[in-house]
């Protein structure tokens, strides 16, 4: 009982795996990407639906950092030791 309160109290979680994924909406039409994120080893999961441009942008933060981790109540992802340069 004491281990499953301190387990949903836990609203920061690390990105051990990532999918992108793009789906046409119509034929000639702009499409939509979603970001399936895994937490933890699948402890929880999460899915984004990104812009264009943003999916861009956290494809390079998952590619740049050493460690990524997603806050749940506030839909924030944190990388860290981000590479520069």
Do not use: C
């Not at 639906?49 to 992802?77: C, I």
């Amino acid at each position: 009982m004491v281990e499953q309160r301190t387990e949903d109290r836990i609203r920061v979680r690390q990105v051990t795996e990532v999918q992108f994924s793009w789906s046409e909406e119509g034929r000639g039409e702009h499409g939509s990407f979603t970001v399936q994120l895994v937490l933890d080893n699948g402890a929880e999961e999460y899915v984004l639906q990104p812009t264009a441009e943003d999916a861009k942008v956290q494809l390079e933060l998952f590619e740049n950092a050493s460690a990524v981790y997603f806050d749940l109540d506030r839909k924030v992802l944190i990388p860290n030791n981000l590479a520069l340069g």
